[in-house]
């Protein structure tokens, strides 16, 4: 699986968008592109997914470039329970081994 | 309501005393799997089993062993802990191919004396 790179903390306004980077240069063609969320201690929280489309569900939209070497992120109008660690992972859907987390981006959400 | 429990919680242990951390799915998820999550580390995979009676190592399985009876669960064995194995404990679901987003249990806070 491709690795990914994010940012470690950023920091947005309650209300705000926040747009959360990530840069995985090395993807290739069959791995789909999955963001989690953890809420400080808690386990890990599905967010959304995709492979080369953008896609949107209720709690977020997920941006990914044309050669799909970067991704964003973004949570239209951020509250303080977002706050969180944010992870970009990249993975072939059938690939049961290795689910690779990574360090993440701690979202900091500021009233 | 659909949901992925762990038992305990929280222990306390001592060294070289064995114990199991109970997991169990009720959304008869085909894929479950163990994590831990240690300060500047991240998660990292144990185990992950994609059916009954199938499990394979993760990325950090020394130190552990699982198995997979049944469907629902699939708990993870400490024969002998160690100090080092003092962590947070994640156990994850998914329901299988293409619909593989994971389901996080609450987590399991080990300390190893």
């Known amino acids: 699986d491709a690795k990914t790179t994010q940012p470690p903390s950023m920091d947005c306004a309650e209300g705000r968008a926040a747009n959360l980077p990530c840069n995985h240069s090395?993807?290739?063609?069959?791995?789909?592109v999955y963001w989690y969320r953890q809420i400080h201690s808690q386990g890990p929280q599905y967010i959304i997914h995709?492979?080369?489309n953008n896609e949107t569900n209720e709690m977020a939209s997920l941006i990914i470039t044309e050669d799909r070497k970067s991704s964003t992120l973004i949570l239209p109008h951020a509250t303080l329970r977002d706050t969180a660690v944010y992870y970009c992972?990249?993975?072939?859907?059938?690939?049961?081994?290795?689910?690779?987390f990574g360090s993440g981006t701690k979202l900091n959400v500021k009233p | 309501e659909a949901q992925v429990t762990q038992n305990p919680r929280y222990l306390i242990t001592v060294t070289g005393k064995k114990l199991t951390v109970t997991c169990s799915q009720n959304?008869?998820?085909?894929?479950m799997s163990w994590y831990r999550q240690d300060p500047g580390l991240g998660l990292r995979q144990i185990y992950y089993?994609?059916?009954?009676?199938?499990?394979d190592k993760g990325d950090v399985p020394e130190g552990y062993k699982v198995s997979r009876k049944e469907k629902r669960n699939f708990p993870l064995i400490l024969e002998s802990p160690s100090p080092n194995q003092t962590s947070l404990y994640f156990c994850?679901?998914?329901?299988?191919?293409?619909?593989?987003?994971?389901?996080f249990g609450p987590g399991t806070r080990l300390l190893v004396l």
């Open positions: 994850a679901s998914s329901p299988g191919p293409l619909r593989e987003t994971q389901y």
């Open positions: 090395t993807i290739s063609g069959n791995e789909y």
């Open positions: 995709g492979l080369k």
């Open positions: 992972i990249v993975r072939v859907p059938y690939n049961f081994n290795k689910f690779y």
């Open positions: 959304m008869n998820h085909e894929y």
């Open positions: 089993s994609m059916n009954v009676e199938v499990t």
